[in-house]
């Protein structure tokens, strides 16, 4: 049975959702089996398309060894299409199936094109400005366009590029880089505690500027993101006018997400000293937990700057993101394989992996809990008593 709110619900194509949304997080850490809980609530559950054949042995025992790029994104699209295809199957037509998806990887096109052929019911874009998204899913009018955005000039300038192609962002993320994990939406480390980014501002510029270009107010539902970990906040976003809320590391500690028990672990008991903001691979700001790997690579971060150089080929043969540091050599970004790192973190690989989070206290603190419990107490005015569950 779906959960039920007193809350106002999130209008998507013509769906009406529970108003929580579950970030996408790669590599594989939400896949099929999140997705699609959160789905089955009522809600809108994401999985992350990169690399999704490390879910897959059969894609692995194909490509593990690989060094032809092609096969290689061959597979993560294979690996993308059956997890899409499973999520539906666990929702039930329920909620909404969405597919996150970096404007940053190189394999952005075909993801794009791939999660729209399988079924997805909305594609959600961040990490860049998602200006030819309109273009690419031209012929999938009832896929929901999702962009993911920090301030409201990055909307303006959306909003203005996509009403020259004739269409409107489906709904609009707002991610706040001060409190969210992962990727984050500030061009440098010292911008992501900036005024600009506070959601009640970002929320009236934007309602401003709809009011400027002539669209309706509740026409594009507004999304904030990062730092949201009580039902009180979520009251407080929703009457400030937000459509919904979107929550990444909290779902990330349910029982179903798609990552080893050690991941949900090592995010749900990291205290705020264990939580770092470093340069990524792909030259943004992010947010992880600092654990062994990633304390090794901070005290060597600035001598492998000082010496960073273009590598011949990606090491690991697919060239993920469209610029990376390690493989192109610039210095200011950062100096390790992400997608290495981030596999070694969805196999529970603690002294290996890097393990985004936020930066914020997690819902019931280190408890494991299924989604159906952190969706109730997100939406209830009382909170839900914390007892520890197994992974």
């Known amino acids: 049975m779906m959960l039920s709110t007193d809350l106002p619900l999130l209008k998507i194509k013509g769906k009406s959702l529970l108003p929580i949304v579950q970030g996408g997080m790669g590599v594989g850490v939400s896949a099929h089996r999140l997705a699609g809980a959160v789905a089955a609530q ?11 054949r490390r879910r897959h042995p059969d894609l692995m025992a194909q490509t593990g060894r690989c060094l032809d790029s092609a096969l290689i994104n061959q597979a993560n699209l294979t690996a993308l299409d059956r997890e899409i295809k499973a999520a539906k199957a666990l929702a039930g037509g329920a909620g909404m199936v969405a597919v996150n998806i970096m404007r940053a990887v190189s394999e952005y096109e075909p993801y794009v094109r791939q999660s729209c052929a399988s079924g997805a019911d909305a594609v959600v874009v961040g990490a860049g400005l998602p ?27 959306l909003l203005k590029k996509w009403m020259r192609r004739g269409r409107l962002p489906d709904a609009i993320v707002i991610e706040h880089p001060r409190y969210a994990g992962g990727h ?7 911008d992501i505690g900036d005024a600009r980014f506070d959601f009640e501002g970002v929320l009236d510029g934007v309602f401003a500027l709809f009011r400027e270009l002539g669209i309706e107010r509740d026409r594009i539902p507004l999304i904030p993101a990062g730092g949201i970990n009580s039902p009180q906040k979520v ?3 929703l009457a400030l006018g937000a459509g919904a809320v979107q929550l990444g590391t909290a779902f990330a500690v349910t029982q179903e997400c798609d990552a080893h028990p050690n991941f949900k672990k090592v995010l749900a008991e990291a205290k705020p000293e264990d939580i770092v903001t470093f340069m990524s691979t792909a030259g943004l700001p992010a947010r992880a937990v600092r654990t062994p790997w990633l304390e090794r690579y901070l005290k060597r971060e600035e001598r492998l700057q000082a010496h960073a150089s273009a590598r011949a080929r990606c090491i690991l043969a697919f060239d993920c993101l469209i610029q990376c540091g390690l493989r192109d050599g610039i210095a200011k970004f950062g100096q390790f394989c992400i997608d290495n790192q981030l596999a070694a973190a969805l196999r529970g690989e603690i002294d290996k992996g890097l393990f985004f989070r936020g930066s914020e206290r997690l819902p019931f603190g ?6 159906r419990d952190l969706l109730q107490h997100l ?11 197994a992974a």
């Not at 984050?184 to 010292?190: K, Q, V």
């Open 42 to 52: 009522g809600a809108v559950g994401t999985i992350s398309a990169v690399d999704l």
């Open 131 to 157: 200006l030819d998204l309109p273009e690419l899913t031209a012929g999938y009018p009832d896929v929901a366009l999702i962009p993911i955005l920090s301030d409201v000039r990055g909307i303006n300038l």
């Open 184 to 190: 984050l939406g500030a061009a440098r480390i010292d």
């Open 235 to 237: 009251r407080h976003l």
């Open 366 to 371: 280190d408890a494991i809990r299924p989604v």
């Open 379 to 389: 939406l209830d005015a009382a909170p839900l008593a914390v007892a520890p569950t």
